[in-house]
C-alpha cells in the first residue's frame, strides 16, 4: 500500500503576486545595477568616460580612497542596492507600457537627473557642457541600456504574472 505525504503546512497561504513580483522586481533591480555600474567601471578604465561608478561617493570628498579599485568595487555595490528602489519605481509607473522606447526614455530621464539637476551636488562631475562627447556618448549608451534592462525585464515580468496569456497565438 503507498503512503501518501503529509503536507507540514496544508493550510499555507500562497504570497500574494504583488509580493512575489517585488522580489523579482528587486533582483532585476540589483542586477542590472551590477551589470551597467560593472560596464560603466570598463568605460572609465578604458578612458571612453572620466567618470566611473566612484560617482556616487562624490558627496563625501573626504574619501581618498573612493578612487581606489577598493572605492569602485564598493561604488558598484552600492549602486546596485540603490538602483532595487529605482526599480520599484519602475514597476509601480510605468511596468503596464510594453514598449523598448518608454524604458530607454526612462534611462536617459535617470542620465538627465544625475548629470544636469544632481550635478551641483555631485562635486567629481564636470558640467554638462564640460563632460566632452566620449564621456557624455558612453554615458548616454550606459543608461538607455539600463533603462532598457530594468524596463524591459520587469514589463515582461509583468506581463508573465498577470494573468493574461498575451504573447500566445491562440
Known sequence: MARRKKNAHPKQKEKHPIVKSLGRVSIIGFFGGLIWSIA?????LLNFSKVGPHLVFAPFSFWTWRNTIYGQL????????????????YRVALARLRSIWIAIGFGLMLWAIVFILLQPLLAGLPKFTELGWNTATTTLCLYALYGLFIGYSISFDFEENSGKNAYSNQ
Open 40 to 44: 560603466g567601471l570598463i568605460c572609465h
Open 74 to 89: 564598493l561604488a558598484i555595490v552600492t549602486i546596485s542596492i540603490l538602483s532595487i528602489p529605482i526599480a520599484w519605481l
